[in-house]
C-alpha cells in the first residue's frame, strides 16, 4: 500500500532522510524506531504530503505524492489518521467538536457526524466525556480522543509520530492496545516512536533509522 | 448547512477572540470611510447645486436689430427644432425696455436720453438638461451664434465654468483621497486578519492535518474581512450623518444662509448601500491579502 523508492529530504542541504526504500503492505502495523533526528517525523510528513521528497518516488495506493496537486492533498489526508505527542487538541472545543471535525471538512450530513463520533468515543472507551473540553480531560484521555478523531472517517492508515511520548507505562500500554485493535479491524498502523515500551508491547515489524538511512527492517511474528 | 454553520460560528469566534483587535479596526475603518465620505458628501451636494443651477441658467439669443418679421421667425424656427434647446421665449424689443424700465426703474432716464430703444430684440433659450454641462454650453453658443440674423449669444460662461472646475476637482480629489484612505483600509482589515491567523495559527495546523481544504480554511477568514468592512463603512455612515445633520442645525440657525439647509443633502439610501458594500468588499479584500501571505508563510 506504501512504498518509498529511493527517498531523500533535506533541510539546508543536510540529508534528514537518505535514499529510503521500504513497502508497507495494506494492513500492517509497523514500528518506526529510532533516536531523534532519525528522520522518522519527516518520513510521517511526506506519507501525509506536508514535505515533498527532493529525489525519489513515494507511492501510496499506487498514487505518486510528488504528482499531487496542492488541491489533491487534504483529499489525500482524509484518508489517513494522524496521531500527534501533543495531541493538537482544540481547548476551546468539547470532545464532540474535536471528534467531529474531519467529517465535518468533509462534508458529512449531522446524522452521519453523530453515528461516527459515538462509534469513534465508544472505540477509545470516552463516550461518556464527549461534552467535556479537552483542558479538563486526563493526559491520557487526550491521547485517546487525539485516537478518535484519527479513526472516527475510517482511514486506510493511521500515522502517529511519538504518540506515548507523554505518558507512563501504563497509560503507555493502553494506547498500544488501542491501536492494535483498530489495527485488527483492519487499518495499516504506522507509529514513529524512540520508547522502549512501545517496541516491548507491539511485537510487529520494526524499521529502524538512523540519520535519515533504514539500518534494519526486523520483521517480528505477530 | 452544517459546514456553513461551523464556517459562521468559527468567523464569530474570530471576533469575540480579538475583540479589542477588532473594535479598533473597525473604529479606524469607520473613521477612513468617513474621511472619504466627507469628500463624497461634498462632492455630492456641489454637484447638485451646480445641475440645479444649470438648469436655472438662460442663454440670450440677441438678433440683429434690422432683421425682418420673416427672418424672426425662420430664426425661431431653426431654433424650435434643435434638440440641445428645452424651451424658448421670444423677447421684443418693446419687452426687453419695459422690463428693463420694470427691473431699473432709476435707471430708466438714461435710455429715454438715446431716444430710439438701444435694446435688441432675443430669444431667452433654456437648453434641455444633457445640454447643460458647460462643455456643451459652450459649443451651443458658439453653433448658434453663426446663424444669419443673430448677434449674440451670451450666458454667465465664467460662472458655469468655474462651478464645473470645482465639481471636477473634486471629483478628481475624493478620487485621490477614496483610493489612499481604501488602500489604508485594506492595510488596517489585513493586519487584523494577520492577527487573527496568528493567534489561530494551532488550529489552522490541525484543520489542515485532517485534511480540510483551502477554500474551508480560509471562509471564516474572509468572513471576518468582510464583516469588519462592513460594520466600518456603516459606522463611517452614522457618524457622517450625525455630522451632517449638525452642520445643516448650524446653518439652519445662522440667519443670513437661511434656506441654504434645505439645499444640502445626506448620500441616498442606494449610495448607502453601495458605500457598505464597498465596505464589504474592502474588507474580503484585506482578509485576502493575509490569508495569501500567510498561506506563502506556511508554504
Redesign the interface.
Known sequence: MIQLFHVSKYYDRRPALSDVTLEIEKGEFVLLMGPSGAGKSTLLKLLIGAERPDEGQILVQGRSLSKLRPSEIPVLRRKVGIVLQDFRLLPKKTVFDNVSLPLLVQGASATEIRRKVAEALRAVGLDHKKDLFPPGLSTGEQQRICIARAIVNGPIMLLADEPTGNLDPDLTREIIELFKSINARGTTIIVATHDPHVLAQVNRRVIALDHGKVVSREQVAS | ???LL?LLREAV?NVLTNRTTTLVAVATTAFTFACVGVFLLLYVNLRAMASSFEQDIQVMVYLQDDLTEQARTEIEQQLKLDRAIGSLTFVSKERALADFQAQFPSESRLLQGLGQNPLPASFVVTLASESRSSDAMRRWANRTQLIPGVSQVQYNQEWVEALAGIVRYLEVAAIIVGVILSAASVTIIANTIRLALYSRR??I??????????T?IRVPYLLEGAALGLCGSALSLAILKAGFELFRHQIHSATRFLGVDALLMFFSFDMCLVLMLVGLFLGSAGSFLSLLRFGEGRA
Open positions: 448547512m452544517r459546514r461551523y469566534a494551532e488550529e495546523e490541525i484543520l489542515s492535518l485532517i485534511g480540510a481544504s483551502t474551508f
